[in-house]
């Protein structure tokens, strides 16, 4: 394909990786924060290719998978209300609450719809006035504008019958948390190039000097992954710890600011549990209280619902790379993809889920032979 | 810095009055060609109907007559919307019950054909529906000869479903079977991958594509045809690629056989496909297909079998995407142009549109 094709070239992917592990002196311990490179790097078998120089720590980068089971638990409550349309992207739909999925909700009756935009969320509710259409607005600053506009698009229209059940998340607060973390392993970042393509990468500056830890901003690509890769490790091999856009055809260091202004207007900076982790500080948007009309935790008075997490999922040491999946004793067992425990183990690029399919080419089907 | 949630209570009874996932009731991803499909038949249909025909899972079963061995196949189809660039409900359901029916190895020859109505349906599409039904059936040298319509409410039934049951006839010595592939052996695919479930989902949710993508149903029979001839017994099993896309099909077949299947090289993806997939967040590899298959052939067959295969328009584009493996058993296994390795894994319902 036309613009994608070129970033996919085999032979220069060889030529990368020769670079990579000709270059490292040592094994070092990389993470990428996003779950879309998780996905290229799982897909193409990147981590496998440069084990021997290179260990890649998932990040909790899946706006998946990091949806706090308290959320996903108050979606399924809208969900079963006769009154709401509850519209979301396509893969929340199977994520485990604590009873139950969307799916299954959808199954029993609940209106439970799939949408590629969030302003057809808001179309939906002018086209259903005597419905009250909810949104899940989850994801990290990729996804923030256009869920901001949906809300501002809304307000605009008039349209009060469309409300946003909000768990949006922010990296840098993330980034903080896992290098503040007493055992902390990771070396090096490739930071998320969508979310900088959004946010630029201003902000990841004073990470870089506090904690001299070199910070890639790669593209999603093979060859991006692999060349934000190499310019970690190079950074690492010579000593600094700098901030470097691999991304350059998306990235600009001051990012896109209208869709900033945008975001916060309509957001603002909240605490957010992440599942899995736990509350990160400041790690989480929430609506604006000049949009609060549009929040349907207020809406619908759903603050009473809350949820707690399984205890046996260590989901917390994985994503800080302190725990291999497979070394997790519910994992493969009580924790498969079918039915997951926690976070990592919830989408197809999660951590846990990757070494579950990886661990059964590698031992066999032994690890497989439940599902 | 890493805290956990300091309070949590049970999640009130209100909030989710719904059993544990999967428990209890028909979902939309029982449907999907996965796991949940595969779970489904094993642990309500097949303890219920199981015998010595039904036990193998093929497309088809081989049953005796008089003597004799004729191949019977069914299939249901419901499709939204009913009619799609390429094609509508009525070509899928003779080419898929023909497909099915080809893909035990045999020759299909009669069809039955039950209709379920929704009232209000329109003439006008029903008349479209049957004219591709006859013009299709004609086509692929099969008779409908008995059928049934039923109509029912408006809101029961979406526009119409139609259930084909075919008949086919048997030559003795050819016998492809799912569980029958061996190490060594080579994966063949008869054409472009994607076309069918890409249509469908661009009619559906009324997305635009640069390049219009075309349903891909067709007769595979003529194909199976041409196989049997040019390598016969050294065929070791057939299946069209349908619901679960290529990735099922495969997954099935190295279940069955109890061997590994490794993908290799470049998959016929077409680029239109491809784009559309890359936007929605969907893999081509579990995209369903109405026309086409993937054939096991033993490796002093592949010249032969894929002559035969690109000696017709449907299989002018096929292809060897891997080979059968002693290793990981019951796996599929794909190695990415880099030489790292992923696991193509059956899902576990339908494929649903990722967010990043």
Redesign the interface.
Known sequence: MKYLSEYRDPEMARGLVKRILDTSTRRWTLMEVCGGQTHTIVKQGINEVLSDAIEMIHGPGCPVCVTPLEQIDRALHLATRDDVIFTSFGDMLRVPGSECDLLSVKARGGNVRVVYSPLDAVELARGNPDKEVVFFAVGFETTAPANAMAVWRAHELGVDNFSVLVSHVTVPPAMVAILEDPENRVQGFLAAGHVCTVMGWDEYEPLADRYHVPIVVTGFEPLDILEGIWMAVRQLEEGRHEVENQYVRSVRREGNRPAQDLVSKVFRVVDRGWRGIGTIPGSGLGLSPEFAAYDAEIKFGLEHIHAEEPAECRAGDVLKGRLKPYECPAFGGRCTPESPLGAPMVSTEGACAAYYNFGRVQAGAAAGANS | ????????????E?????????QG?????HGSGG?MSARLLRDRFLPRFGNQYLVGLGDGARVPVQGAEVVVSTDTFVVSPLEFPGGNIGHLAVHGTVNDVAMMGAVPRYLSAGFVLEEGLEFEVLDRILDAMTETAAACGVEIVTGDTKVVDRGKADGIFVNTTGIGFLDSAFRPSPDMARPGDVVLVSGPLGRHGMAIMAAR?G?AFEADIVSDTASLAPLVESLRAAAGAEVRCLRDATRGGLASALNEIATASGVGVELSGDLPVP?AV??AC?M??LDPLYVANEGVMVAFVAPEAETRALEALRAHPVGASAVRVGRVVA?????V?LR????????V?ML??DQ?????
């Open positions: 810095m890493i805290t956990t949630t300091a309070k949590a209570t049970k999640l009130a209100a909030a989710c009055p719904t059993p544990r996932i999967d009731r028909i979902q939309l991803g796991k949710e997305l680029t491809e784009a890359e929605l967040g290793e990981h058993q019951g796996m296994v990415t142009g880099l030489g790292g390795t992923r696991v894994d576990p319902g649903l549109p990722r967010i990043c």
